[in-house]
């Protein structure tokens, strides 16, 4: 499977973006990219994903870099809520491989 | 908003005992999965199924762990005998279909503790 490489931790500032980075230079042409987070306590939770194009929803914004070798979540304003550990995650479109593999994640602090 | 439904929430046993957990996912969701989490790791998963049939069960540890879907429905996941390093959580997830990107739902998990 191909790897992505996150930092291990970030913090930010109540009401101000977030940029959430993720490496995946070993992406292939059929890998989607997919980001989840999981808040304390809870299950992990789907935030979105993209192939090759920048992709907003009503959480989160994903930047995909032209190579697409790295990508970027964006929250445009971050809450406490949001404080979670962010997952970037590889993923083949279709077929029984097109299962998540999780790696460690970025834990992202929200302070106050 | 339909949820993935865990039980129970916390177990504690002693090593050598037997435990089980049981998911009901979302109504509808062919693709059932079941992951552990180590405290401080991302979930690894165990096994997939695919209405009632196992698509991939390459890390479950098969000496001790199972599991089963009867009807394609809820699923029990079952480990006999228990290990001290079986503490850890135990995820339930779905989604409606195999790949495709249909995003995974996940439970609350069940939070395993063995003594």
């Known amino acids: 499977d191909a790897k992505t490489t996150q930092p291990n931790s970030m913090e930010s500032n109540e009401e101000e973006p977030v940029h959430l980075p993720c490496n995946h230079s070993?992406?292939?042409?059929?890998?989607?990219i997919h980001w989840y987070r999981q808040l304390p306590s809870q299950g992990p939770e789907y935030v979105i994903h993209g192939l090759t194009s920048n992709v907003n929803n009503r959480m989160a914004s994903l930047a995909i870099a032209e190579d697409r070798k790295s990508s970027t979540l964006i929250l445009h304003r971050a809450t406490l809520r949001d404080a979670a550990v962010y997952y970037c995650?590889?993923?083949?479109?279709?077929?029984?491989?097109?299962?998540?593999?999780f790696g460690k994640g970025i834990t992202l602090s929200v302070r106050p | 908003e339909a949820e993935v439904a865990q039980s129970p929430r916390y177990k504690i046993t002693e090593k050598s005992q037997a435990v089980a957990f049981w998911c009901d996912p979302i109504s509808g969701h062919a693709t059932l999965y079941w992951y552990r989490q180590i405290l401080g790791q991302g979930p690894e998963l165990l096994v997939q199924f695919q209405d009632e049939s196992v698509v991939d069960d390459s890390q479950l540890p098969k000496d001790r762990f199972s599991a089963e879907r009867l009807k394609g429905v809820d699923s029990t996941l079952k480990i006999q005998p228990a290990e001290l390093g079986d503490s850890a959580m135990y995820l339930c997830?779905?989604?409606?279909?195999?790949?495709?990107?249909?995003?995974?739902?996940f439970g609350n998990g069940t939070r395993l503790t063995v003594t």
């Open positions: 070993t992406i292939s042409g059929t890998d989607y």
């Open positions: 997830a779905s989604s409606p279909q195999q790949g495709n990107n249909s995003p995974l739902h």
């Open positions: 995650i590889l993923r083949l479109h279709t077929g029984a491989n097109s299962k998540l593999t």
